[in-house]
């Protein structure tokens, strides 16, 4: 299994400009989360889908768009990027409900908004 | 609300020294525990979690017991090597379960060990 996978690993975009980001598991997981880290300040929850067909806000929601494509696939959209939006995104995704689950987390993509 | 409290960084210590990382939540209910680690240019990886009170999470020699009473989580390793160097993140997850009860992180301790 390749667990959880995300690209590109390194993007730089100019401010305005669009891109959507990759995430992929092969765990047969229900949930999925996009994060985005920042120096100082932890992982930050930006959208997050419970199950195939849903999705919902988290923390840090403004200038993201996100789409759960199939049960594998939860893609993250930058719609007009902004210098604010330069962070480490991180996907993760989690087998079930149960409080004590761990989530599994992706490599990462570094994005860089000029 | 929850949130998650953690010892600023960096915490720089050598090798087989004790270590000590502190972690303080505030949350409703139940919550489960997690220390998740970040090494060099990776994704986070769970290195141990407690899902109730008294818990003891442990794993690499790593160990962290859920006190209620404190609301405290605090992650301990007798001796340290420099393959430990990396950030820890302590984070919660409110109690009863369900994907919408999502991961609330601190904001990560960052652990340099020298030779």
């Known amino acids: 299994n390749a667990g959880v996978t995300q690209t590109p690993k390194f993007q730089v975009l100019k401010t305005g400009q669009s891109m959507t980001l990759q995430c992929a598991q092969d765990?047969?997981?229900?949930?999925m989360y996009w994060y985005r880290q920042d120096p100082g300040m932890g992982l930050r929850l930006i959208y997050y889908s419970a199950s195939e067909g849903t999705t919902d806000k988290g923390e840090v929601p403004n200038g993201y768009n996100v789409s759960r494509l199939n049960k594998r696939e939860f893609s993250l959209r930058l719609e007009s990027a902004a210098p604010s939006q330069t962070s480490v995104y991180f996907c993760?995704?989690?087998?079930?409900?149960?409080?004590?689950?761990?989530?599994?987390f992706g490599p990462g993509t570094r994005l860089t908004v000029l | 609300g929850n949130s998650v409290t953690q010892m600023e960084g960096p915490v720089t210590l050598s090798e087989e020294a004790f270590l000590t990382i502190n972690c303080t939540y505030t949350a409703t209910g139940y919550p489960s525990l997690f220390w998740y680690v970040q090494y060099p240019g990776e994704g986070l990886q769970l290195l141990l979690k407690a899902t109730k009170a008294d818990d003891k999470g442990s794993n690499k020699g790593f160990e962290a017991t859920y006190r209620k009473e404190t609301t405290s989580f605090h992650l301990e390793k007798g001796s340290v090597q420099v393959s430990d160097s990396a950030v820890y993140f302590c984070?919660?997850?409110?109690?009863?379960?369900?994907?919408?009860?999502?991961?609330?992180f601190g904001t990560g301790t960052l652990l340099a060990v020298q030779p």
């Open positions: 984070a919660l997850r409110k109690g009863g379960g369900g994907a919408t009860n999502k991961l609330i």
């Open positions: 993760a995704s989690v087998p079930g409900t149960s409080g004590g689950n761990e989530q599994f």
């Open positions: 765990m047969n997981h229900n949930s």
